[in-house]
C-alpha cells in the first residue's frame, strides 16, 4: 500500500494544489482517465468544504489528505479537525442552518461524483473516504 499524504493551511487558494495533486497520484495509481475529473471535483469539493469547516470553527490546523493506492482502488481521505455536535448542542455563534445547508450541499455533491463514499464525524472532527477502482499497468516513474 503507497500512500502519499498532504497538509495545507486551510486557506481556498490551497484547494487547487490538493485537486492537482489527487489527480496525478490517482493517475499513476490506475485510475480510469475517464474518471480523472470526477476525482479532481470531488476532492476539490471535499476540501473546500473542510477549509470552510476550519475557517468557521476558527481551527488554525492543516487540512489533511491521504492518497492512498492499494491493490486494485486507489482512496482519498480528506480530514478536518472542526468538531460536530449533536442537534441541539452547536457551538455559540454558530448558525445551524447555514452550516447544516452548506455541509448536505458539498455531500451531495460528492455523492453524485463518487460511487464509495464514506463520511465520518465526531468531536475531534471528520473524514470523507472516497474510493475508485484502478486499472493494473505499468507505470512510469514520475520526474
Not at 31 to 37: G, K, M, T
Not at 91 to 115: K, R
Amino acid at each position: 500500500m503507497a500512500t502519499v499524504e498532504l497538509r495545507f493551511s486551510a486557506l481556498p487558494e490551497h484547494v487547487r494544489t490538493a485537486r492537482l495533486v489527487a489527480a496525478a497520484v490517482a493517475r499513476r495509481a490506475g485510475v480510469d482517465e475517464a474518471v480523472l475529473d470526477e476525482v479532481r471535483l470531488a476532492v476539490g469539493e471535499a476540501c473546500t468544504r473542510a477549509v470552510g469547516l476550519h475557517q468557521n470553527a476558527g481551527i488554525t490546523s492543516p487540512v489533511k489528505v491521504l492518497l492512498i493506492e492499494e491493490e486494485k482502488q486507489f482512496s482519498i481521505e480528506v480530514g478536518d479537525e472542526a468538531p460536530r455536535f449533536a442537534p441541539g448542542d452547536r457551538a455559540p455563534g454558530e448558525d445551524p442552518d447555514v452550516d447544516a445547508e452548506e455541509d448536505e450541499m458539498g455531500l451531495a455533491v460528492i455523492s453524485g461524483l463518487v460511487d464509495d463514499v464514506e463520511v465520518t464525524a465526531g468531536e475531534h472532527g471528520g473524514q470523507i473516504r472516497m474510493t475508485w477502482p484502478t486499472t493494473p499497468h505499468a507505470v512510469a516513474p514520475l520526474s
